[in-house]
């Protein structure tokens, strides 16, 4: 049963800090990996979606890389504003049976003080 | 481009009775997904519909159930309400082939 671990749970920064949140899967047969900005009361948005053959992808300031075989994934955030303070949400999809369910972990609540 | 958009915002019931939830995906999109997020549980995969058929479901009871329209358009059925069934659920929308999920801010629902 695939399980996935954020860490850590919460991470306060001053602003201009570059970061990186974590997550890690138990079974590497993905099919892809998702992450995910949760406002509080809000819905997820998308942020970046990495294929099961790719090893990283890049938008603006964030980054996120993957490692199958480790069965890890980093969020890179360069120089972090108040803006960016949301849970961020790591989700990974299988294959088979399995797809269409992402499986999420439960998140890292980030602030980034002024 | 419109998103995925969910009706209503807020719905207040009380146990015993039952709950429908809408869900319209973005222009383009073939598949709706449903998600449960209770508070201290995280996000729990309910059920993936695509082209009008229920492709997976979820670890939880029959009386959760769903259907998807011609338009692609979905609902979530939730009979005799729960306690435990206040959550905030969200629905996603993908295009056809297992693409990146793309969600709605959700229902939240409240069992009194």
């Known amino acids: 049963k695939q399980e996935v671990t954020q860490i850590p749970a919460a991470l306060s920064v001053p602003e201009g800090e570059n970061l990186v949140l974590n997550c890690s899967f138990t079974?590497?047969?993905?099919?892809?990996l998702q992450w995910f900005r949760q406002d509080p009361g809000k819905g997820l948005t998308s942020l970046l979606l990495?294929?099961?053959?790719?090893r990283e992808q890049t938008s603006g300031r964030l980054n996120a890389s993957l490692d199958k075989s480790s069965g890890r994934s980093t969020l890179y955030i360069a120089a972090s504003q108040p803006g960016d303070s949301a849970t961020y949400l790591c989700?990974?999809?299988?294959?088979?049976?399995?797809?269409?369910?992402?499986?999420f972990g439960k998140g890292t609540k980030l602030s980034v003080k002024p | 481009e419109a998103g995925v958009t969910q009706s209503p915002t807020h719905l207040i019931k009380t146990r015993g009775q039952q709950a429908t939830l809408r869900c319209s995906p973005i222009?383009?999109?073939?598949?709706v997904y449903w998600y449960q997020q209770a508070l201290g549980l995280g996000l729990q995969f309910l059920l993936w519909?695509?082209?009008?058929?229920?492709?997976n479901r979820g670890n939880f009871p029959p009386r959760f159930s769903g259907r998807q329209f011609p338009n692609y358009s979905s609902e979530l059925n939730v009979n005799a309400l729960e306690l435990e069934d206040s959550a905030l659920y969200l629905c996603?929308?993908?295009?056809?082939?297992?693409?990146?999920?793309?969600f709605g801010d959700g229902t939240r629902l409240s069992i009194l």
């Open positions: 996603a929308s993908s295009p056809p082939g297992v693409l990146a999920q793309h």
């Open positions: 079974d590497s047969a993905i099919y892809n």
């Open positions: 990495i294929q099961s053959s790719q």
């Open positions: 989700a990974v999809g299988g294959y088979g049976g399995s797809q269409g369910n992402l499986i």
């Open positions: 222009s383009g999109h073939t598949s």
């Open positions: 519909y695509d082209e009008g058929e229920e492709r």
